[in-house]
């Protein structure tokens, strides 16, 4: 079975900056693309940085030039860095992985793919930018 066990959330000031982690195991082929997707109370799921089986990266505008997406050469950890921390950035962050070779074609062209394009979920960590 896969599993995605994120870390690294809690409080910060706004301006502030904070890195979230992300451990998948049980995955037989390497080929998978991994995101963040973020949730605040009383809105959808919306996505926030992606990076693809060709470690090809997508971000939404509204993280654009203070999130990074990454993942350690083995592929078995990803990572967001976050800085320039907003009020606005609070929400349950969730890592997410598929195999599929949509969710490439979608992030190569810069793209960010929906929630229902991945299959497999982390139980999500909390972020809240708050003075």
């Known amino acids: 079975d896969v599993q995605l066990v994120e870390s690294g959330g809690g409080l910060v000031q706004p301006g502030g900056s904070l890195r979230l982690s992300c451990t998948a195991s049980g995955y037989t082929n390497s080929r998978y693309s991994m995101g963040w997707f973020r949730q605040a109370p009383g809105k959808e799921r919306e996505g926030v940085a992606f990076i693809d089986a060709d470690r090809s990266t997508s971000y939404a505008d509204s993280v654009k030039g203070r999130f990074t997406i990454s993942q350690d050469n083995a592929r078995n950890t990803l990572y967001l860095q976050m800085t320039s921390l907003k009020p606005e950035d609070t929400g349950v962050y969730y890592c997410?992985?598929?195999?599929?070779?949509?969710?490439?074609?979608?992030?190569?062209?810069?793209?960010?793919?929906?929630?229902?394009?991945?299959?497999?979920w982390g139980q999500g960590t909390q972020v809240t930018v708050s003075s």
């Open positions: 997410a992985a598929d195999p599929s070779e949509h969710i490439v074609t979608l992030v190569r062209a810069g793209l960010v793919p929906w929630a229902d394009d991945f299959g497999d």
